[in-house]
């Protein structure tokens, strides 16, 4: 009877253990996607991004906008060596706004928007 209770119990933590590491979540941005980063293109030239662990700052010709973020998922991304990340941050209003990044470490770090893929975003200096 005992040799059961131990079965299960070790099947239980083996399996509590792989939906843990399942999920990659968390509530602070990752390491390799803060700093500023901008982009080439030219009707987006003077928009910059500045992560930090806790904040996303949107500045542009439009102004400055700080958001907190509340969550962070992160799955393998759908090209070679990226991460998607679906980053949850909340507006001035108090809403829920979902940011859906694809990073890739090559290069010096290259981030694109999954909304609009054709933009490299590079980290600035």
Not at 24 to 36: F, H, K, Q
């Amino acid at each position: 009877m005992r040799h059961i209770f131990f079965v299960i119990s070790l099947v239980f933590a083996v399996g509590f253990m792989a939906f843990s590491a399942g999920c990659n979540r968390g509530s602070t941005i990752p390491e390799g996607l803060v700093g500023v980063w901008q982009t080439d293109a030219e009707e987006s030239a003077d928009v910059t991004f500045d992560f930090s662990r806790e904040r996303i700052v949107i500045s542009s010709d439009m102004g400055v906008f700080e958001y907190t973020v509340e969550k962070v998922e992160a799955d393998k991304g759908h090209m070679y060596n990226t991460t998607l990340y679906s980053v949850y941050y909340l507006d001035r209003d108090g809403e829920t706004n979902l940011m859906k990044l694809l990073y890739s470490p090559e290069e010096g770090g290259t981030i694109r928007f999954k909304s609009e893929q054709d933009k490299v975003w590079r980290k600035r200096g």
